[in-house]
């Protein structure tokens, strides 16, 4: 099927430090590799290696790879004869680097879920039906890139500093704290308006912990840690993570792999914060009666510090408006979050809570507009 495109030109170009990016494209419609490298080369990309034949496009990734110039971003299509893009998706993940984030979009003209869930499975990290719109390439292309030079910054930056580990072991952990603060941030923007819902959930978590009875070093280290419990949400493809509607179960088991990909990034910390912030990424979306995820732990199964977050996580979301959702009064926030005692929530969280809720009533106020030059420094 020829691709065809939906809008006219655009004169919007990619950032300059993509326009290097190597990008192969792979379709058994000739007019579809001529539109596409047509739409890659005019925003800027100057590195598009295209073909028709699945076959050669599976050989030029591998001589590639082996001369050590790998190829940044996969586009393929799905139903091609020979080699099929199902086939063409398992080769190249498989053999990428297990360290390595690589991106592959599929173009297809298979409108089918099954399509989309194949290919996700299979490794593809976004699906585009044609016809597409050429702002669509041009937004889904950049976002993936940027999603890879950023894992690629991040691991290189590790690397580096792991060769320091013995002597600069309190460096490395900043640095590294840095850097996955950052990676949240990136994340976040992507899902919040405001860029300030992590922060906010810090705060609040560190109230609860306080109110609990808490030491001063652990309350501390819970505001530090908090902001970081949606740092996976940066593995999340755009049309699931800003859909403006209610997920396929398909779409929401995607969505809920986030916490493992948190838990991977904070992993083999060194720190007391760091080790606390795999356990909230882990295990913030547990409940209190066992419907959770990942895990369906049960009461105080579910670490302490993944409980607390769970409850400002909730109660921020609630109150501000999401793709999927308006923002609740406070007052139908607070209801939802005692509703919820017993069920999603342990009743000594619940109880804490709502003495916080009693007693401030400048929380809102003391929540909003917050920026902690601890965690994302200016």
Partial sequence: MVIGMADGPVDAQVDADLHDARILVVDDEPTNIVLLERILRSVGYVDVTATC???EAWASFVDELREGRPFDLVCTDLHMPGMSGLALIERVVAAAPPD???????????LQPAAEREALARGAKDFLTKP?????????????????????RLRDHAERLEDMVRDRTIELEAARLDALGRLAAAAEYRDHATGQHAQRVGLLSALLGARLGL????????????????????????????KPGKLTPEEFAQMQQHVGVGAKLLAQGRSKLIVMAELIAQYHHERWDGSGYPRALRGDDIPLVGQIVAVADVFDTLIHERPYKRAWP???????IRHQRDRWFAPRLVDAFLEIVAERADLLADLEGVRDPDLFPD
């Fill in 215 to 242: 030491g001063a070093e652990e309350i501390d280290l819970l505001r530090r840690a908090a902001p970081l419990h949606d740092v996976g949400k940066i593995g999340i493809p755009d049309h699931i993570l800003l």
């Fill in 100 to 110: 390595d984030f690589l991106p592959v979009l599929v173009l297809t003209a298979d």
């Fill in 132 to 152: 597409f719109r050429r702002e669509q390439i041009r937004l889904r292309v950049a976002n993936l890139l940027r999603t890879r030079f950023l894992h690629q």
């Fill in 330 to 336: 406070l007052s139908e926030a607070v209801a939802e």
């Fill in 53 to 55: 034949e699945p076959e």
